[in-house]
């Protein structure tokens, strides 16, 4: 599902923090690959609501995904600061857009709590952990495989 | 290096190798002749049966070996070539060529011809394997006569030493491998080193010596090497061990005949290599990854010209001059990095002589294979992808094409009947024609074994081309009864299939009583594509040029509706279904005032006219896949980029008009009998 089961207790574990919809988030930097202005997409045709299209990546065609979308927050909507994430993951790259980007936050992995709404053990779910950062601010870390791969495609 | 790349390497090595057997196979058949060519052929033989031998193919060694012997006959001109025995020789080049593709392909599969063109070639070798042994042999040994009076006259000349130094020689500094290359330089020299001396470890003194070697020679006499050696007096003894005259190794005679039973001499005679052409082996995905890399600069250049061209700079200025150099050196430098991926047809064309020679044989029917054009480039994967489609159409030329030996003479023809391959350049793409002068298309029989199959409606009326296309129809055979070699009705829509995934297609010419011609037209390369640059929806997208009949901007009065949703063209008299190209593709089109047509033309569908909203341009673009990063997209078959760095779609035109058939939008033709 993730690769959090790889972790052990004491690495230290990088996120970077973003928002989408009004809400906070972070994901694993190590699926990151670089963060970019929001540049105009050419649409596909027959693609889910929230695959806006693609970009041109410096040759590579990626599809770029609204993230606000994905998680049902509504569309983003088209502000100077949004920002695409271009992730890479499981040999796949895409970028995701989102609100914005903050900070990138190192996180011990026994500081990252369990995600009190899983129940079972495995069952999908595109939130793997909880981080509380600073005044107890509550950060949900993304599982963009769960999130953008494979979610589009269950319907 | 590992087991795998050595393999690898073995089994490249023998593709060659069987490119030069084919090549020299062939030019013995047109009539040339000479040792070197022979020997040409002996050596690709035996250093696959070598080569082969050291990876344990032990099927592939013993024929290589039977094989071997009746071309060193052949060499050793104890056998004259003859029809009948360059008949065997080149379908023993065929059973090779296919025990080496066994043992690539790890199948346990003995070729079917194996065991008849063995015996065939036993025949050759002579019975007994001892008489090939003995007879070039008989020829041999009067050669080895002439040392023989020369040692007459200077008895001490040539002669076997042992060559013994003591432990000062080491220890002053010598050199033994030294010493002999100096004898070397002076005359012929065999050397071999004795251990038997050499003590266990621990009775061993670092400082002795304990090597012993023998030196031989043909030429040389003792007075020579001391007084060659007179630095060394002292250091070493030399005794003579025999004083016969050592017969000059035959490795230092290629030219003469070789019994084929003593391989160590032959291998020294293929160690200068049989093709002088120099090849690179390189890894195909580095050559890819400069390829894209080069589709970037030719893009980026293109961001470049458009954005300085914005400037308004005078024509003449510097940096536009600057920039154009820039632009012509982009595209020299993509047209080189794109030939290199290109290979000529020719290994293709010698696999496909096997192909025919193979199904004329299990036919009985005599066929002469002509090949043109065998030096044209494609593109190496077009190359492999090729030869499934290629086997096919050739078996099917000599089965169904060309007649029975009785029936050519029946319709007055030659015997012989030939089937032609060609390929070669034509106004950007390359085209391969297969030929056969054979008995042509029957198209009534065509049509009523569709009409019996249920694959066309009783009343349909086809005209001549539709009635040929037919073949390429899934579950169409006109072969009374399956062969094993083509008629399961599998073959000729697979190979549409294929070569339609290549970018290409497939026409078909024929007369009755005349023969058939079938032109499989390629794009040069896969990595990029003629479109036409269009605009729809507000979308910029791209239909590839080969699909493209023409364009038209057709009188109002001709476009005519047929029901809510479907209209209908006039073109020349018939009746073409519009397809709306945005609407197929999904997007919400606005009203489209002023539509231009582009007739297509489509398997599923026959001709179809997609109603953009206008047409940019028509050039070449690159080709970048969609399904690495998205997943494939219905009725898109990848995506470009273009001259300001935004991503066009490429239209897959045969998707389109599934698309819209099935939608309802489109065409349905069920009543002409083809449909979707």
């Given at each position: 599902m993730s690769n959090a089961t790889a972790w052990a207790d004491d690495d230290v574990v990088e996120f970077v923090s973003l928002t989408s919809g009004g809400q906070a988030f972070c994901v694993e930097i190590?699926?990151?690959r670089e963060i970019r202005r929001w540049s105009e997409v050419t649409s596909l045709p027959h693609a889910s609501p929230s695959v806006l299209g693609v970009i041109n990546l410096r040759g590579a065609v990626i599809p770029i995904v609204d993230l606000s979308l994905c998680l049902g927050l509504g569309p983003s909507p088209s502000h100077a600061r949004n920002v695409v994430i271009v992730a890479s993951v499981n040999s796949r790259i895409f970028g995701i857009l989102v609100g914005s980007v903050s900070e990138i936050l190192s996180i011990r992995r026994d500081e990252v709590r369990k995600n009190p709404t899983q129940m079972k053990e495995n069952e999908p779910n595109y939130i793997t952990g909880l981080l509380t950062v600073g005044d107890g601010e509550m950060l949900r870390i993304l599982d963009l495989t769960e999130l953008v791969i494979q979610g589009p495609e269950r319907g | 290096m590992s087991m795998e790349s050595l393999l690898e390497t073995f089994f490249a090595e023998c593709e060659e190798l069987i490119e030069a057997l084919s090549d020299g196979l062939g030019r013995l058949a047109a009539g040339e002749s000479g040792d070197d060519l022979v020997n040409a052929i002996f050596r690709a033989v035996h250093s696959i049966k070598g080569a082969g031998g050291a990876f344990g193919f032990e099927d592939l060694v013993s024929f290589a070996h039977v094989y071997e012997t009746v071309l060193d006959r052949i060499r050793g001109c104890l056998l004259a070539i003859d029809a009948e025995v360059l008949r065997v020789i080149t379908r023993a080049a065929d059973v090779l060529a296919e025990l080496v593709e066994n043992a690539q392909n790890e199948g346990?599969?003995?070729?079917?011809a194996l065991a008849q063109v063995r015996s065939a070639l036993e025949g050759y070798a002579g019975v007994a394997p001892a008489a090939p042994l003995h007879e070039p042999s008989l020829d041999f040994a009067p050669m080895a006569f002439e040392p023989i009076s020369f040692d007459l006259d200077t008895p001490e000349s040539g002669g076997r030493w042992r060559f013994v130094p003591d432990a000062t020689f080491y220890r002053n500094g010598h050199e033994p491998l030294h010493i002999f290359s100096h004898l070397r330089a002076v005359g012929d020299l065999k050397v071999s080193c004795d251990f038997?001396?050499?003590?266990?470890l621990d009775g061993l003194?670092?400082?002795g010596s304990y090597l012993v070697w023998e030196i031989e020679s043909s030429d040389l006499t003792e007075d020579v090497i001391q007084q060659t050696l007179q630095f060394l007096a002292g250091l070493y003894e030399l005794s003579l061990v025999e004083d016969t005259v050592v017969i000059p190794d035959v490795e230092d005679q290629p030219s003469r005949p070789v019994s084929a039973d003593t391989p160590a001499p032959a291998k020294t005679a293929n160690a200068t290599p049989a093709s002088p052409r120099a090849t690179l082996r390189v890894d195909p995905e580095r050559v890819d990854r400069l390829i894209n890399t080069v589709g970037e600069l030719i893009i980026n250049q293109s961001v470049i010209g458009q954005k300085v061209g914005g400037l308004g700079l005078e024509q003449n200025s510097e940096l536009l001059s600057a920039l154009e150099d820039y632009r012509y050196l982009a595209r020299e430098i993509q047209e080189a990095v794109m030939s290199i991926r290109a290979q000529p047809v020719k290994p293709l064309f010698q696999r496909m002589a096997r192909v025919v020679r193979e199904a004329a044989e299990a036919t009985g029917k005599d066929v002469e294979f002509v090949v043109t054009g065998e030096g044209t480039e494609i593109d190496k994967t077009l190359v492999e992808r090729l030869a499934d489609p290629l086997t096919h159409m050739l078996r099917n030329s000599v089965d169904h094409g060309i007649e029975t030996v009785a029936g050519r003479a029946e319709s007055g023809k030659t015997p012989v009947g030939t089937v032609r391959l060609s390929a070669f350049h034509r106004s950007g793409h390359v085209v391969i024609e297969i030929s056969d002068d054979g008995k042509g298309l029957d198209r009534e029989k065509i049509l009523a074994s569709a009409i019996g199959k249920g694959l066309v409606p009783e009343d349909a009326r086809l005209s001549e081309q539709e009635i040929d296309n037919l073949?390429?129809?899934?579950?169409?055979?006109?072969?009374a009864e399956v062969t094993n070699l083509s008629g399961r009705g599998v073959g000729m829509d697979v190979v549409k299939t294929a070569i339609t995934s290549m970018g290409g297609r497939v026409t078909i010419a024929t007369e009755f009583g005349r023969g058939t011609t079938f032109s499989i037209i390629l794009p040069l390369t896969l990595a990029v594509l003629d479109g036409m640059v269009v605009s729809v929806a507000e979308q910029t997208m791209v239909l590839p040029i080969?699909?493209?009949v023409e364009t038209i901007r057709p009188a109002r009065k001709d476009v005519k509706s047929v029901g809510p949703q479907e209209d209908v063209i006039l073109v020349r008299g018939s009746f073409v279904p519009v397809v709306a190209l945005g609407k197929a593709l999904g997007f919400a089109s606005p009203h489209q005032s002023d539509p231009t047509y582009i007739l297509v033309e489509t398997e599923s569908s026959g001709i179809l006219a997609l109603s953009v909203d206008g047409i940019w341009d028509q050039r070449q673009v690159v080709i970048k896949s969609l399904e690495g990063n998205y997943g494939n997209i219905p009725g898109v078959s990848a995506a470009t980029i273009l001259g300001d760095g935004k991503i066009a779609l490429i239209v897959d035109i045969e998707a389109i008009a599934q698309l819209a058939a099935s939608t309802g939008s489109g065409p349905c033709l069920s009543e002409q009998g083809i449909v979707a």
């Open positions: 190590a699926h990151v | 346990s599969g003995t070729p079917s038997a001396e050499v003590p266990s003194d670092p400082d073949l390429f129809m899934p579950g169409f055979s006109t072969a080969s699909g493209i």
